[in-house]
């Protein structure tokens, strides 16, 4: 965490020397076609769907809960490069023309995107939010 100003603090992730794959925005600044996707620890730590690859940028907002009864928490705004994702491994192909984006809250506090377990892996936030 970097620290913005006395009791508040920033999140670090997606760090800079991944900005060429995702990338945090403001909401404010959306104004291409997005999914907005929550994802649920109670379903196996991890959100998964399978995405055209025309869908390039992707855009979304992500949404993440502890249980299924709890409130989601707004995680934040993303801009994902799927070609450049797809192309270092932390996303894989899914039939002809579709690629599988698989976001998972491990035991770091960190969501992340990978393939799978014990693959490459990209962290893009911490949650829960602190």
């Known amino acids: 965490m970097v620290e913005v100003s006395p009791g508040m603090k920033k ?5 800079l020397q991944f900005r060429h794959l995702v ?3 403001d909401q404010a600044s959306l104004l291409q076609k997005h999914r907005r996707w929550t994802g649920n620890d109670d ?11 025309d869908n390039d940028p992707l855009y979304l907002h992500l949404f993440w809960r502890r249980k299924s ?11 994902l490069n799927i070609k450049g994702l797809l192309s ?4 894989r192909k899914d039939g002809v023309k579709n ?7 491990s035991d770091d506090d960190l969501l992340y995107i990978q393939t ?8 893009i936030a911490r949650f829960p939010l602190r």
């Open 11 to 15: 999140d670090i992730y997606p760090l």
């Open 23 to 25: 990338s945090r925005i």
């Open 43 to 53: 379903t196996d730590h991890h959100y998964h769907i399978a995405i055209p690859t």
């Open 69 to 79: 009864a709890a409130p989601a928490e707004f995680i934040g705004t993303y801009v």
């Open 88 to 91: 270092e491994g932390y996303i």
């Open 99 to 105: 690629v599988r984006l698989r976001i998972c809250h």
């Open 116 to 123: 799978k377990s014990g693959k490459p892996s990209l962290a």
